[in-house]
Protein backbone atom coordinates (compact mmCIF):
# COMPACT_ATOMS: atom_id res chain seq x y z
CA UNK A 1 0.00 0.00 0.00
CA UNK A 2 2.64 2.54 0.71
CA UNK A 3 4.85 1.48 -2.63
CA UNK A 4 1.05 2.27 -4.98
CA UNK A 5 0.60 5.53 -2.49
CA UNK A 6 4.54 6.32 -3.42
CA UNK A 7 3.75 5.35 -7.03
CA UNK A 8 0.32 7.49 -7.32
CA UNK A 9 1.81 10.47 -5.94
CA UNK A 10 5.14 10.33 -8.09
CA UNK A 11 3.24 9.97 -11.33
CA UNK A 12 0.92 12.82 -10.34
CA UNK A 13 4.16 14.82 -9.71
CA UNK A 14 5.75 13.76 -13.05
CA UNK A 15 2.22 14.61 -14.80
CA UNK A 16 2.07 18.06 -13.48
CA UNK A 17 5.73 18.76 -13.75
CA UNK A 18 5.26 17.67 -17.81
CA UNK A 19 2.21 20.07 -18.29
CA UNK A 20 3.93 22.82 -16.45
CA UNK A 21 6.96 22.78 -18.99
CA UNK A 22 4.58 21.92 -21.71
CA UNK A 23 2.91 25.19 -20.83
CA UNK A 24 6.72 26.84 -20.52
CA UNK A 25 6.92 25.73 -23.86
CA UNK A 26 4.39 27.26 -25.58
CA UNK A 27 4.82 30.65 -23.82
CA UNK A 28 8.08 30.43 -25.51
CA UNK A 29 6.67 29.98 -28.89
CA UNK A 30 4.20 32.81 -28.10
CA UNK A 31 7.10 35.16 -27.24
CA UNK A 32 9.19 34.29 -30.50
CA UNK A 33 5.28 34.40 -32.43
CA UNK A 34 4.60 37.68 -31.10
CA UNK A 35 8.13 39.09 -31.52
CA UNK A 36 8.25 38.84 -35.53
CA UNK A 37 4.93 39.50 -36.35
CA UNK A 38 4.50 42.99 -37.84
CA UNK A 39 1.42 44.98 -39.97
CA UNK A 40 2.29 47.31 -42.52
CA UNK A 41 1.05 50.34 -43.83
CA UNK A 42 -1.78 48.49 -45.50
CA UNK A 43 -2.88 46.40 -42.51
CA UNK A 44 -1.41 43.17 -43.51
CA UNK A 45 0.54 40.97 -41.34
CA UNK A 46 3.99 40.27 -42.21
CA UNK A 47 6.71 38.08 -40.29
CA UNK A 48 6.73 34.33 -40.11
CA UNK A 49 8.78 32.61 -36.92
CA UNK A 50 11.56 30.45 -36.80
CA UNK A 51 10.55 27.75 -33.65
CA UNK A 52 12.64 25.47 -35.36
CA UNK A 53 10.48 22.71 -34.78
CA UNK A 54 9.64 20.70 -37.48
CA UNK A 55 6.05 19.92 -36.26
CA UNK A 56 5.16 22.89 -36.83
CA UNK A 57 5.80 22.19 -40.83
CA UNK A 58 4.02 18.82 -40.23
CA UNK A 59 0.46 18.78 -41.49
CA UNK A 60 -2.20 17.44 -38.98
CA UNK A 61 0.50 17.34 -36.36
CA UNK A 62 -1.40 18.92 -33.50
CA UNK A 63 1.50 21.98 -33.42
CA UNK A 64 0.39 25.30 -35.31
CA UNK A 65 0.10 29.07 -34.45
CA UNK A 66 -2.80 30.99 -36.32
CA UNK A 67 -3.43 34.90 -35.71
CA UNK A 68 -7.46 35.81 -36.40
CA UNK A 69 -8.86 39.10 -35.43
CA UNK A 70 -10.88 38.97 -32.25
CA UNK A 71 -14.20 39.62 -33.80
CA UNK A 72 -13.48 36.41 -35.99
CA UNK A 73 -11.27 33.88 -34.14
CA UNK A 74 -12.34 31.21 -36.00
CA UNK A 75 -10.81 32.88 -39.50
CA UNK A 76 -7.23 33.08 -38.77
CA UNK A 77 -5.51 35.90 -41.17
CA UNK A 78 -1.88 33.95 -40.94
CA UNK A 79 -1.02 30.39 -39.64
CA UNK A 80 1.59 28.26 -39.31
CA UNK A 81 2.13 25.60 -42.49
CA UNK A 82 1.51 22.76 -40.13
CA UNK A 83 -2.29 24.05 -39.56
CA UNK A 84 -5.38 22.34 -41.92
CA UNK A 85 -7.20 25.05 -41.77
CA UNK A 86 -10.25 23.15 -40.22
CA UNK A 87 -11.28 25.33 -36.72
CA UNK A 88 -14.67 23.97 -36.94
CA UNK A 89 -14.13 21.32 -34.24
CA UNK A 90 -12.60 23.78 -31.59
CA UNK A 91 -14.57 25.13 -29.47
CA UNK A 92 -15.66 28.72 -30.76
CA UNK A 93 -15.94 30.27 -26.95
CA UNK A 94 -13.48 29.15 -24.21
CA UNK A 95 -14.67 29.91 -20.51
CA UNK A 96 -11.24 30.05 -19.37
CA UNK A 97 -10.64 33.66 -18.18
CA UNK A 98 -7.30 35.80 -19.60
CA UNK A 99 -4.90 36.45 -16.68
CA UNK A 100 -3.46 39.01 -16.06
CA UNK A 101 -0.83 39.07 -19.23
CA UNK A 102 -4.00 38.86 -21.34
CA UNK A 103 -3.34 35.17 -21.78
CA UNK A 104 -5.27 32.02 -21.47
CA UNK A 105 -4.77 28.35 -21.56
CA UNK A 106 -7.29 25.66 -22.83
CA UNK A 107 -7.40 22.03 -23.59
CA UNK A 108 -9.51 21.16 -27.02
CA UNK A 109 -9.82 18.40 -28.97
CA UNK A 110 -8.94 18.31 -33.04
CA UNK A 111 -11.19 16.35 -35.54
CA UNK A 112 -8.75 13.48 -35.35
CA UNK A 113 -9.28 13.26 -31.32
CA UNK A 114 -5.76 14.56 -30.49
CA UNK A 115 -6.07 16.40 -26.90
CA UNK A 116 -4.01 19.53 -27.96
CA UNK A 117 -3.36 22.18 -25.41
CA UNK A 118 -3.66 25.76 -26.76
CA UNK A 119 -2.35 29.06 -25.35
CA UNK A 120 -3.87 32.48 -26.67
CA UNK A 121 -3.42 36.28 -25.82
CA UNK A 122 -5.31 39.49 -27.31
CA UNK A 123 -2.35 42.33 -29.09
CA UNK A 124 -2.85 45.13 -30.89
CA UNK A 125 -0.58 45.95 -33.68
CA UNK A 126 -1.28 49.26 -35.38
CA UNK A 127 -2.34 52.67 -34.24
CA UNK A 128 -6.12 51.78 -35.05
CA UNK A 129 -5.59 49.56 -31.58
CA UNK A 130 -6.92 46.56 -33.65
CA UNK A 131 -7.14 43.33 -31.62
CA UNK A 132 -5.77 40.11 -32.92
CA UNK A 133 -5.72 37.18 -31.25
CA UNK A 134 -2.65 34.88 -30.97
CA UNK A 135 -2.58 31.46 -30.65
CA UNK A 136 -0.29 28.52 -29.75
CA UNK A 137 -1.37 25.20 -30.35
CA UNK A 138 0.59 22.12 -29.26
CA UNK A 139 -0.09 18.27 -29.24
CA UNK A 140 -0.15 16.56 -25.60
CA UNK A 141 0.53 13.40 -26.74
CA UNK A 142 4.05 13.68 -25.88
CA UNK A 143 3.21 14.83 -22.39
CA UNK A 144 1.18 11.81 -21.73
CA UNK A 145 3.87 9.56 -23.55
CA UNK A 146 6.52 10.79 -21.42
CA UNK A 147 4.44 10.34 -17.84
CA UNK A 148 3.54 6.56 -19.68
CA UNK A 149 7.21 5.90 -19.93
CA UNK A 150 7.99 7.42 -16.47
CA UNK A 151 4.88 5.13 -14.91
CA UNK A 152 6.10 1.67 -16.74
CA UNK A 153 9.45 2.46 -15.43
CA UNK A 154 8.40 3.40 -12.00
CA UNK A 155 6.40 -0.41 -11.74
CA UNK A 156 9.61 -2.36 -13.37
CA UNK A 157 11.44 -0.42 -10.23
CA UNK A 158 8.61 -0.67 -7.89
CA UNK A 159 7.80 -4.12 -8.63
CA UNK A 160 11.84 -5.27 -8.43
CA UNK A 161 11.73 -2.93 -4.91
CA UNK A 162 8.82 -4.68 -3.28
CA UNK A 163 10.24 -8.65 -4.26
CA UNK A 164 13.48 -7.98 -2.80
CA UNK A 165 12.19 -6.42 0.76
CA UNK A 166 10.17 -9.12 1.14
CA UNK A 167 12.47 -11.49 0.20
CA UNK A 168 14.92 -9.13 2.97
CA UNK A 169 11.89 -9.30 5.12
CA UNK A 170 11.58 -12.80 4.70
CA UNK A 171 15.04 -14.00 5.93
CA UNK A 172 15.33 -11.57 8.47
CA UNK A 173 12.20 -12.14 10.32
CA UNK A 174 13.02 -16.45 9.85
CA UNK A 175 16.59 -15.49 11.09
CA UNK A 176 14.43 -13.41 14.13
CA UNK A 177 12.51 -15.51 15.16
CA UNK A 178 14.66 -18.60 14.76
CA UNK A 179 15.24 -18.23 18.77
CA UNK A 180 11.58 -19.02 19.61
CA UNK A 181 11.79 -21.73 17.73
CA UNK A 182 14.39 -23.11 19.23
CA UNK A 183 12.56 -22.64 23.08
CA UNK A 184 9.59 -23.87 21.34
CA UNK A 185 11.83 -27.17 20.86
CA UNK A 186 13.48 -26.92 24.38
CA UNK A 187 10.30 -26.48 26.00
CA UNK A 188 8.92 -30.02 23.83
CA UNK A 189 12.24 -31.83 25.52
CA UNK A 190 10.90 -30.38 28.97
CA UNK A 191 7.42 -31.91 28.65
CA UNK A 192 9.14 -35.63 26.86
CA UNK A 193 11.27 -35.63 29.92
CA UNK A 194 14.47 -35.75 28.01
CA UNK A 195 15.69 -32.43 29.50
CA UNK A 196 15.45 -30.48 32.82
CA UNK A 197 14.88 -26.95 31.91
CA UNK A 198 15.54 -24.37 29.26
CA UNK A 199 19.41 -24.47 29.12
CA UNK A 200 20.68 -22.43 25.79
CA UNK A 201 21.19 -18.87 25.85
CA UNK A 202 19.25 -16.78 23.79
CA UNK A 203 18.94 -12.75 22.70
CA UNK A 204 18.04 -10.37 24.74
CA UNK A 205 14.57 -9.65 23.52
CA UNK A 206 13.79 -13.70 24.05
CA UNK A 207 15.93 -14.66 27.29
CA UNK A 208 13.44 -12.81 29.70
CA UNK A 209 11.04 -15.16 28.58
CA UNK A 210 12.91 -18.37 28.65
CA UNK A 211 13.87 -16.96 32.70
CA UNK A 212 10.07 -17.20 33.60
CA UNK A 213 9.30 -20.32 31.54
CA UNK A 214 12.54 -22.07 33.89
CA UNK A 215 11.39 -20.55 37.15
CA UNK A 216 7.85 -21.94 36.28
CA UNK A 217 9.14 -25.18 35.92
CA UNK A 218 10.92 -25.04 38.42
CA UNK A 219 7.98 -24.32 40.70
CA UNK A 220 5.76 -27.02 39.54
CA UNK A 221 8.62 -29.95 40.10
CA UNK A 222 8.66 -28.69 43.76
CA UNK A 223 4.83 -28.43 43.74
CA UNK A 224 4.85 -32.14 42.47
CA UNK A 225 7.71 -33.11 44.76
CA UNK A 226 6.08 -31.78 47.67
CA UNK A 227 2.47 -33.22 47.43
CA UNK A 228 4.30 -36.57 46.23
CA UNK A 229 6.09 -36.29 50.05
CA UNK A 230 3.01 -35.15 51.48
CA UNK A 231 0.79 -38.10 49.78
CA UNK A 232 3.58 -40.69 50.66
CA UNK A 233 3.32 -39.20 54.36
CA UNK A 234 -0.04 -39.99 54.81
CA UNK A 235 0.14 -43.43 53.21
CA UNK A 236 2.90 -44.69 55.90
CA UNK A 237 0.44 -42.64 58.17
CA UNK A 238 -2.46 -44.65 57.68
CA UNK A 239 -1.17 -47.87 56.86
CA UNK A 240 -0.36 -48.85 60.37
CA UNK A 241 -3.29 -47.82 62.14
CA UNK A 242 -5.61 -49.59 59.61
CA UNK A 243 -3.65 -52.66 60.02
CA UNK A 244 -3.87 -52.46 63.53
CA UNK A 245 -7.70 -51.77 63.37
CA UNK A 246 -8.58 -54.86 60.75
CA UNK A 247 -7.00 -57.00 62.98
CA UNK A 248 -8.49 -55.87 65.61
CA UNK A 249 -11.87 -56.56 63.88
CA UNK A 250 -10.92 -59.95 63.01
CA UNK A 251 -10.16 -60.78 66.69
CA UNK A 252 -12.73 -62.75 68.43
CA UNK A 253 -12.72 -60.47 71.72
CA UNK A 254 -13.13 -57.84 70.03
CA UNK A 255 -16.45 -55.84 70.93
CA UNK A 256 -18.24 -53.54 68.07
CA UNK A 257 -16.31 -55.39 65.49
CA UNK A 258 -18.99 -54.19 62.93
CA UNK A 259 -18.64 -50.40 64.22
CA UNK A 260 -14.98 -50.40 63.53
CA UNK A 261 -15.06 -52.32 60.20
CA UNK A 262 -17.34 -49.70 59.07
CA UNK A 263 -15.41 -47.14 60.14
CA UNK A 264 -12.12 -48.72 58.84
CA UNK A 265 -13.89 -49.25 55.46
CA UNK A 266 -15.02 -45.09 55.67
CA UNK A 267 -11.55 -43.92 55.95
CA UNK A 268 -9.79 -45.80 53.39
CA UNK A 269 -12.93 -44.70 51.09
CA UNK A 270 -12.15 -40.93 52.04
CA UNK A 271 -8.54 -41.70 51.91
CA UNK A 272 -8.41 -43.09 48.16
CA UNK A 273 -10.90 -40.02 47.43
CA UNK A 274 -8.45 -37.52 48.15
CA UNK A 275 -5.82 -39.69 46.51
CA UNK A 276 -8.29 -39.72 43.02
CA UNK A 277 -8.69 -35.70 43.30
CA UNK A 278 -5.13 -35.37 43.73
CA UNK A 279 -4.11 -37.68 40.96
CA UNK A 280 -7.56 -35.78 38.97
CA UNK A 281 -5.32 -32.42 39.55
CA UNK A 282 -2.12 -33.21 38.25
CA UNK A 283 -3.13 -34.82 35.81
CA UNK A 284 -5.83 -32.35 33.98
CA UNK A 285 -4.97 -29.35 31.38
CA UNK A 286 -1.60 -31.80 31.11
CA UNK A 287 -1.92 -34.91 29.97
CA UNK A 288 -4.86 -35.25 27.76
CA UNK A 289 -7.04 -38.84 28.64
CA UNK A 290 -9.96 -39.46 26.12
CA UNK A 291 -12.91 -41.58 26.86
CA UNK A 292 -15.49 -42.70 25.17
CA UNK A 293 -18.44 -41.95 26.61
CA UNK A 294 -21.34 -44.66 25.15
CA UNK A 295 -19.77 -48.17 25.74
CA UNK A 296 -18.88 -47.33 29.81
CA UNK A 297 -22.45 -46.03 29.91
CA UNK A 298 -24.11 -48.76 28.20
CA UNK A 299 -21.44 -51.42 30.12
CA UNK A 300 -22.45 -50.24 33.72
CA UNK A 301 -26.14 -50.08 32.75
CA UNK A 302 -26.20 -53.64 32.22
CA UNK A 303 -24.60 -54.72 35.56
CA UNK A 304 -27.54 -52.28 37.04
CA UNK A 305 -29.88 -54.25 35.16
CA UNK A 306 -28.57 -57.19 37.05
CA UNK A 307 -28.15 -55.77 39.98
CA UNK A 308 -31.39 -54.15 40.48
CA UNK A 309 -33.72 -56.54 38.25
CA UNK A 310 -36.95 -54.26 39.10
CA UNK A 311 -35.86 -50.98 37.94
CA UNK A 312 -35.85 -49.91 34.36
CA UNK A 313 -32.51 -48.52 33.11
CA UNK A 314 -32.85 -46.91 29.98
CA UNK A 315 -30.65 -44.07 27.63
CA UNK A 316 -32.46 -41.78 25.90
CA UNK A 317 -29.73 -39.91 24.07
CA UNK A 318 -25.99 -40.52 24.00
CA UNK A 319 -23.64 -40.47 20.79
CA UNK A 320 -21.35 -43.03 20.28
CA UNK A 321 -18.77 -40.19 19.25
CA UNK A 322 -19.10 -38.40 22.17
CA UNK A 323 -15.61 -38.81 24.22
CA UNK A 324 -14.94 -37.44 27.78
CA UNK A 325 -11.79 -35.65 28.04
CA UNK A 326 -10.65 -37.30 31.10
CA UNK A 327 -9.92 -41.20 32.95
CA UNK A 328 -11.59 -43.74 32.29
CA UNK A 329 -12.28 -44.61 36.12
CA UNK A 330 -13.03 -41.33 36.84
CA UNK A 331 -16.45 -41.32 33.93
CA UNK A 332 -17.12 -44.87 35.31
CA UNK A 333 -17.64 -43.23 39.36
CA UNK A 334 -19.35 -40.57 37.89
CA UNK A 335 -21.69 -42.96 36.68
CA UNK A 336 -21.77 -45.23 38.95
CA UNK A 337 -22.49 -43.34 41.76
CA UNK A 338 -25.35 -41.50 39.86
CA UNK A 339 -26.61 -44.71 38.83
CA UNK A 340 -26.82 -46.50 42.09
CA UNK A 341 -27.95 -43.30 43.82
CA UNK A 342 -31.19 -43.40 41.39
CA UNK A 343 -31.76 -46.92 41.30
CA UNK A 344 -31.82 -46.27 45.28
CA UNK A 345 -34.60 -44.37 45.18
CA UNK A 346 -36.83 -44.98 41.52
CA UNK A 347 -39.78 -46.69 41.36
CA UNK A 348 -40.13 -47.95 38.29
CA UNK A 349 -37.08 -46.62 35.63
CA UNK A 350 -33.93 -44.68 35.59
CA UNK A 351 -33.53 -42.38 32.35
CA UNK A 352 -30.33 -41.33 30.96
CA UNK A 353 -29.39 -38.41 28.79
CA UNK A 354 -25.84 -37.75 27.36
CA UNK A 355 -25.33 -34.82 24.81
CA UNK A 356 -22.80 -31.99 23.35
CA UNK A 357 -23.07 -28.14 24.58
CA UNK A 358 -22.44 -25.46 22.52
CA UNK A 359 -18.90 -24.60 22.33
CA UNK A 360 -18.06 -21.68 24.96
CA UNK A 361 -16.20 -18.47 24.07
CA UNK A 362 -12.90 -19.90 24.96
CA UNK A 363 -13.39 -22.66 22.29
CA UNK A 364 -13.99 -25.28 25.42
CA UNK A 365 -15.87 -28.35 24.33
CA UNK A 366 -18.16 -29.69 27.09
CA UNK A 367 -20.85 -32.80 27.55
CA UNK A 368 -23.64 -32.65 29.51
CA UNK A 369 -25.17 -36.12 31.81
CA UNK A 370 -27.98 -35.98 33.00
CA UNK A 371 -29.34 -39.01 35.19
CA UNK A 372 -33.32 -38.60 36.28
CA UNK A 373 -34.99 -41.48 38.35
CA UNK A 374 -39.45 -41.42 38.94
CA UNK A 375 -38.92 -41.31 42.68
CA UNK A 376 -40.18 -38.58 44.97
CA UNK A 377 -37.75 -36.39 44.77
CA UNK A 378 -36.35 -33.54 46.85
CA UNK A 379 -36.92 -30.28 48.08
CA UNK A 380 -34.58 -27.79 47.65
CA UNK A 381 -33.13 -27.62 50.86
CA UNK A 382 -32.84 -31.63 50.91
CA UNK A 383 -31.07 -31.18 47.14
CA UNK A 384 -28.49 -28.46 48.90
CA UNK A 385 -28.02 -31.24 51.31
CA UNK A 386 -27.34 -33.95 49.39
CA UNK A 387 -23.98 -32.53 48.09
CA UNK A 388 -22.71 -32.76 51.41
CA UNK A 389 -19.92 -34.65 52.57
CA UNK A 390 -20.80 -38.27 54.69
CA UNK A 391 -25.00 -36.62 54.26
CA UNK A 392 -27.55 -39.68 54.06
CA UNK A 393 -31.34 -38.22 53.14
CA UNK A 394 -32.19 -41.45 53.31
CA UNK A 395 -30.60 -43.82 57.19
CA UNK A 396 -32.81 -47.18 55.70
CA UNK A 397 -30.78 -47.19 53.26
CA UNK A 398 -27.15 -48.52 53.26
CA UNK A 399 -24.17 -46.37 52.31
CA UNK A 400 -21.71 -43.55 53.46
CA UNK A 401 -22.91 -40.28 52.10
CA UNK A 402 -19.95 -40.12 49.88
CA UNK A 403 -21.90 -40.93 46.53
CA UNK A 404 -22.77 -37.46 45.08
CA UNK A 405 -20.37 -35.41 47.09
CA UNK A 406 -17.96 -37.60 45.51
CA UNK A 407 -19.33 -36.87 42.07
CA UNK A 408 -19.13 -33.13 42.68
CA UNK A 409 -15.29 -33.33 43.54
CA UNK A 410 -14.57 -34.95 40.52
CA UNK A 411 -16.74 -32.66 38.35
CA UNK A 412 -14.94 -29.50 39.91
CA UNK A 413 -11.82 -30.68 39.19
CA UNK A 414 -12.26 -31.14 35.64
CA UNK A 415 -13.82 -27.93 35.55
CA UNK A 416 -17.29 -29.03 34.88
CA UNK A 417 -20.36 -28.51 37.11
CA UNK A 418 -22.79 -30.55 38.88
CA UNK A 419 -26.59 -30.13 40.40
CA UNK A 420 -29.71 -31.15 41.32
CA UNK A 421 -32.92 -30.76 39.56
CA UNK A 422 -36.33 -32.10 39.54
CA UNK A 423 -37.10 -34.39 36.83
CA UNK A 424 -40.26 -34.20 34.15
CA UNK A 425 -41.27 -37.82 35.60
CA UNK A 426 -41.46 -36.49 39.16
CA UNK A 427 -38.22 -37.43 40.51
CA UNK A 428 -34.68 -36.37 40.88
CA UNK A 429 -32.47 -35.08 38.00
CA UNK A 430 -28.66 -35.01 38.39
CA UNK A 431 -27.22 -32.50 36.18
CA UNK A 432 -23.34 -32.88 35.74
CA UNK A 433 -21.10 -30.82 32.90
CA UNK A 434 -17.85 -32.84 32.02
CA UNK A 435 -15.34 -31.56 29.38
CA UNK A 436 -14.90 -33.20 26.48
CA UNK A 437 -12.93 -33.57 23.48
CA UNK A 438 -13.94 -31.98 19.64
CA UNK A 439 -14.48 -33.50 16.74
CA UNK A 440 -11.27 -32.30 15.44
CA UNK A 441 -9.13 -33.69 18.16
CA UNK A 442 -10.19 -37.22 18.15
Not at 230 to 257: C, F, M, W, Y
Not at 276 to 294: K, L, N
Not at 359 to 376: F, H, M, P, R, T
Request: with cysteine; proline share 4%.
Amino acid sequence: MALLITGVILSTMVLNNERRNFQQLLHAYMQNLMSVIEIDQEGNLSGSPDFGDPRFVELSSGWFWTIARTDSPQKPIAHSASFSGNLAELPAEVTTPFDADFRRVSIVADPSGEVLMQLETQLTLDEDETLFQFRVTGNTRDVDMSVAKFNRTLIQYFLLYCAGTILVMFFLIRLGLRPVADATDALHDVRQGQSQQLDDFYPAEIQPLVDEINALITTNRSIVERARTQVGNLAHALKTPLAVIVNEVRSPNADQSELIAEQADLMKSQVQTYLDRARIAAQRDVIVSRTEVFPILSKLLRVMQRLVPETEFKILQCDEDIIFRGEQQDLEEIFGNLLENASRFARNSVLVSVHDLPVEANGVSQLQIEVEDDGAGLSQEQKDSALKRGIRLDESQPGSGLGLAIVADIATEYGGSFKLEDSETGGLKAVIVLPKLSTSTK
